[in-house]
DNA sequence: CTGAAAGCGCTTACAG
DNA sequence: CTGAAAGCGCTTACAG
């Protein structure tokens, strides 16, 4: 135990090989180690025997290119920041595995920031990870904070004109990956039509918001799709009730959620307008349906189906199971790293291609 | 909108400003500048007149010293490795939002890196990001891979003799963070004693590895200290089923659970010997133990009591929501950035400050 | 086809 | 108290 740690304290770490210890070894100059070792392209001046030899030599010493001498030079640092309220929030935390499991395969790695503090004490460091971020010389920018959040994007563009939104309000102009919302709610009625629910409702925090008015768009498209009358009595809007939605308590580490609307909603969907299904807002509205319904005595799926969005973490946990929309983050994820790399070659999408639209997945459970 | 593009595209980026910048303005040579904004403790060489002149001039200039630059004369990176399993997991997505706050605190960035992809494509990441982190020249390492997964900590360990563990199963010797779960037990014994449960059932993934015996060390001490008898039949052991855990399917994209095991769980303790409250491996077999109960017709928490653990992001959207215990990761992250800051400035910690025990905390809800 | 040398932006031992 | 200069490990224009 003791020797252990006796070991790590006199024993120095090898000193990782330099360009000119390769170049010594296989007896050439630095010029042409670097050219062989370092270089991405063909290099055709030098002669592949040299250049094997090179090869041999580097592999012999383990050699690796020190970043930080070729970032002096002027070459890229393959360091892609990734901007984010909060890492740890399951909606965002699978996106920042995937980002950096696609990043990983460009030969990049991420530097993560969380933009807002834990709000105890709060602090929005929205402009202070984006001097960090300049500093750093990242390649690029990755900003996938919530909307809702303040911060300077202007100004984060400006300074990183390789910047990726996702699902943030952005900037006119610049490139964003967003969840295909229409989709999403199209989906959801489809699928519980084909289950033959008739009168389908739908609970929305908002309609006002164009986020919230793609929900409405493809709830009307897909009614009609299916032949099903649109009565607006089964549309619930949460506007007027504030802002709903999961908030964590960090006094008592608790999730809140206003309840008293869902019971409204209820009310308005099921008790007056006799809905036999529901598509919730998200995830978290679905999971306080459930506990409402059920403590209401209405039975889910029997009496009434229900469809959340976001495929969280808990909908495999709700009692029953959440049958909901997977935000299919693995390919939004790789969409973001591929446009970003373009971006970094200097090819900068094509108006056209500035908003990339994810489609989303609808997971079956047992709500529906 | 095209115009902002074409903006971007046309206008170079401002070169920032460097040290002989800052020289010039001011009127001094290189070095004295350098030792004035750069060097971290007091500098009695330059006069106050001269050293102000200088930061003056370094604010107008908005100068910050290039870390490529200094990196390579041998400074520290101020740039911390991260190793996770999956950071998108909300049982660590957490402690990794933490650690980066923490860090930042620090100044330091923390770069992030998963060390199990997808495992449709599985391949194990953790050797080649130790081998990144020493390219980098990170100043040191977290590592908060499960201990289940493979990766050869000793050569982590070599290569970064700065590494700081998180439940994992680490190096003898090395400084590892862990939580106290002999206490965790203790706090939901106590907790079920007081509000009147006399048959306080364990239901445990096993009672082998030394952090399974924890638990059941935690369970007999409090039975003790609350003046109950210990009753074996009350220990329901799920090590002869396998590995009972929440497995994500990554084909359907849901989470799957033996649930057979918890019937017999069930069986074994509410059934056969009368408990009146459980204290489950953590909240994945509370999740699981709450929807079998009430398929069962066991009410929870009037027939039976339950308390989980780890205060996952779904105890508050079970139904009821659960009594657990929060792992306490802010405290746990600024813990280990504290230690690593430590090893840094070559303050290896005391042989008795190698395993540092978090204090979990019980999160009262209503399943208790 | 190959090598010597300048320079990226810092830090620091050394000389004044 | 201050400055000139070497050097960290690369890349690249230039000279052979």
């Known amino acids: 135990m003791s020797l252990q740690r006796l070991d790590r304290e006199t024993t120095a770490l090898p000193r990782p090989a330099r360009l000119i210890d390769v170049a010594r070894l296989a007896k050439v100059s630095c ?22 030899r090179i090869r041999q ?15 002096l030079r002027g070459k890229r640092s393959y360091t892609l920041g990734l901007m984010v309220a909060s890492a740890g929030d399951p909606l965002r935390s699978f996106l920042v595995e995937y980002i950096d499991v696609e ?8 530097l993560i920031a969380n933009t807002v503090g834990n709000p105890k004490v709060y602090s ?15 390649d690029g920018v990755f900003c996938a904070v919530h909307h809702y959040w303040e911060g300077d994007r202007a100004a984060l563009l400006a300074a990183h004109p390789n910047t990726v939104f996702y699902e943030d309000r952005g900037i006119v102009g610049a490139p964003v990956v967003l969840v295909d919302r229409a989709e999403a709610v199209r989906l959801a009625v489809r699928h519980l039509a084909q289950r033959g629910r008739q009168r389908i409702g739908l609970a929305v925090m908002g309609v006002t918001r164009p986020e919230h008015r793609a929900r409405l768009d493809g709830y009307r498209d897909e009614l009609a799709a299916q032949g099903l009358a649109v009565d607006t009595r089964l549309v619930f809007n949460g506007e007027p009730f504030g802002l ?12 809140d959620f206003p309840e008293i609307v869902i019971d409204r909603a209820i009310d308005q969907l099921v008790g007056d307008n006799s809905a036999d299904a529901i598509v919730a807002h998200d995830d978290f509205w679905a999971a306080a349906l459930l506990r409402r319904l059920r403590a209401r005595g209405i039975r889910v799926p029997s009496d009434v189906a229900l469809v959340g969005y976001s495929n969280h973490y808990l909908a495999d946990w709700t009692d029953p199971p959440l049958t909901t929309l997977d935000l299919s983050h693995e390919a939004a994820a790789r969409q973001m790293v591929l446009m970003l790399e373009q971006m970094i070659h200097g090819r900068a999408p094509a108006p056209d291609e500035w908003r990339v639209m994810i489609q989303p997945k609808l997971i079956v459970r047992e709500s529906t």
């Open 124 to 138: 929005n460091r929205f402009d202070t990870v984006v001097e960090d971020f300049t500093r750093r010389r990242v």
């Open 244 to 255: 709903v939605c999961a908030m964590k308590d960090h006094q008592t580490g608790k999730w």
């Open 57 to 71: 030599a580097g592999k012999a010493l383990n050699y690796h290119p020190n970043p930080a001498a070729r970032l």
């Open 103 to 110: 990043a990983a395969k460009s030969g990049c790695q991420v």
């Open 31 to 52: 010029s042409v180690a670097g050219l062989v070792l370092n270089k991405g392209g063909g290099n055709s001046r030098v002669s592949e025997a040299t250049a094997e």
